[in-house]
C-alpha cells in the first residue's frame, strides 16, 4: 500500500512555509495555490517514491538560482513535467520550485491540468516565460515540443530537433540553462500508436492508442547535465551551435541512462535502446 512517509510528510510542510515567504498570499496569476499544492504534494509523493520510483542524478550540480530548464519530452502524457518538478522541490537541498512551460491541449487532460497547475505549471507562451525570468523564477521548457510525446513504440527515446525559443530566452536574460535527460518514462505506455488525424479532429496534437489505460509503474531516472549560461553577445550562427551542443549533451545523458536502466520490460527496451544507440552513433559528426 502507498503511504506518505513521516519524513516526506516534514519535508512537505517545510517545502510549504519556505514557498508561503515567496507567495504570502499563497497563490498567483497561474493558478499556483499552496494549499492545493500541499495536498497535491502529500498525494503525489507516494507514487513518485513507491510507483514510479524516481531517482535524480547529479542534484548537487542545482544551485540555488533562477534556471531555464529543458529536458527531453517522453511518456505519450505530460506526466514527466509533474515528476520533474516534484524531483526539483522534494530531492534538491534548497527548496526549488520550477515552472513547466505547457501546451494549451494540457488544459484539456483531466487529472494533469488540475495537478499541474497546482505545481506551478504556466501555459507556454513567450510573455509568461520572460515575465517569470524577470522575477528570478526557473522554468522548464522541452524543446521537443508536443513531438517528443507523440511518438510511436519504435521511436522512443529518438530526440526530436530542438527549437530554439528557450536558448534565446535564456540568452535575454542572461539566466544559466541546465539540461536534463530523462529515463523510464517511454515505458509507462510500452506498446503505443498515434492516430494523428483523429487527435486533431479532436482538438488534440494526437492521440495515443495504448494497450494499458494507467501508466505502468516504470522507474524513473532523471540526469542533471552541466549547466550552460548563454554569452550576452550571442547571434544566429552562435545560437544553433549552441542549441546544437545542449541538444548532443541531453542524447549523451539518455544513453548513459538506457546503458544503466533499471529493468522493466526489457524484452521491448533493450532492442529500442540499441536501435537508439545505434541512430545517435550514426549521426555524431
Known amino acids: ?16 512555509r519556505t514557498m508561503k515567504k515567496e507567495y504570502p498570499e499563497g497563490t498567483d496569476p497561474w493558478g499556483l495555490n499552496l494549499e492545493l499544492a500541499e495536498k497535491t504534494l502529500k498525494f503525489l509523493t507516494p507514487l513518485y ?15 540555488n538560482k533562477s534556471y531555464v530548464v529543458i529536458s527531453n519530452h517522453s511518456g505519450q502524457i505530460p506526466i514527466d513535467a509533474i515528476l520533474i518538478s516534484m ?18 491541449f494540457m488544459a484539456t487532460l483531466p487529472f494533469i491540468n488540475k495537478y499541474a497547475s497546482a505545481l506551478g505549471a504556466v501555459l507556454g507562451d513567450r510573455q509568461n516565460a520572460h515575465y517569470l525570468l524577470e522575477r528570478k523564477q526557473s522554468i522548464l521548457v ?15 527515446y529518438k530526440v526530436q530537433d530542438f527549437t530554439q525559443g528557450f536558448y534565446r ?21 510500452p506498446f503505443v500508436i498515434h492516430a494523428s488525424g483523429l487527435g486533431k479532429w479532436m482538438g488534440l496534437p494526437s492521440l495515443p492508442l495504448s494497450l494499458n489505460l494507467l501508466p505502468l509503474p516504470s ?19 552562435s545560437i544553433q551551435h549552441n542549441v546544437f551542443l545542449i541538444e548532443q549533451q541531453i542524447k549523451k545523458m539518455i544513453l548513459l541512462g538506457l546503458a544503466k ?25
Open 261 to 285: 536502466r533499471r529493468p522493466f520490460f526489457d524484452f521491448i527496451r533493450k532492442p529500442i535502446s540499441h536501435f537508439i544507440i545505434k541512430e545517435f552513433r550514426k549521426k555524431k559528426p
Open 219 to 237: 522507474p524513473i531516472d532523471i540526469y542533471i547535465g552541466d549547466e550552460f549560461t548563454p554569452s550576452d553577445k550571442e547571434n544566429e550562427k
Open 49 to 63: 517514491r513507491s510507483y514510479f520510483k524516481v531517482r535524480l542524478i547529479g542534484a548537487e550540480k542545482i544551485q
Open 142 to 156: 522541452f524543446p521537443e515540443g508536443v513531438k517528443g510525446i507523440t511518438k510511436n513504440s519504435p521511436d522512443f
Open 1 to 16: 500500500m502507498l503511504a506518505l512517509s513521516n519524513t516526506d510528510k516534514k519535508k512537505i510542510e517545510r517545502i510549504i
Open 87 to 104: 524531483a526539483f522541490l522534494l530531492d534538491v537541498e534548497s527548496t526549488h520550485l520550477i515552472r513547466p512551460m505547457v501546451e494549451k
Open 169 to 189: 530566452m535564456a540568452a535575454t536574460h542572461q539566466t544559466a540553462i541546465l539540461p536534463l535527460a530523462v529515463i523510464g518514462a517511454e515505458e509507462m505506455y
